[in-house]
């Protein structure tokens, strides 16, 4: 089995700052990559950014500059640090992770795992 939670979230002003963990546990062989997704009210669920096992990473062009992604594999742990909040940042975000799991025979697969969510909302 297979856990991933999400910590971290709150309400903050304009132009603070939030730092959002998501830590993986349970039966994992490894992770390949990880990432943080985000849903407004009304609105379909978008990346925001995301880091491979090497550290390549990637973001949305709304976030970059503001946001920065990055994980401890030690930990099998994913951060997101979120500057310079916007009230347009104001969402459930959500972590995921490609997992590394080990079958009957001694083979690996890959599984999409997702935490239950964190709410960020940005308010004055």
């Known amino acids: 089995q297979v856990h991933v939670v999400e910590s971290g979230g709150g309400l903050v002003q304009p132009g603070g700052s939030l730092r959002l963990s998501c830590a993986a546990s349970g039966s994992i062989s490894g992770i390949n990559a990880m990432g943080w997704y985000r849903q407004a009210p009304g609105k379909q669920r978008e990346l925001v950014a995301r880091?491979?096992?090497?550290?390549?990473?990637n973001y949305a062009d709304s976030v970059k500059g503001r946001f920065t992604i990055s994980r401890d594999n030690a930990k099998n742990t994913v951060y997101l640090q979120m500057n310079s909040l916007k009230p347009e940042d104001t969402a459930v975000y959500y972590c995921?992770?490609?997992?590394?799991?080990?079958?009957?025979?001694?083979?690996?697969?890959?599984?999409?795992?997702w935490g239950q969510g964190t709410q960020v909302t940005v308010s004055s």
């Open positions: 995921n992770a490609d997992i590394l799991r080990l079958n009957y025979d001694g083979s690996l697969y890959v599984q999409g795992y």
């Open positions: 880091i491979t096992s090497g550290g390549s990473t």
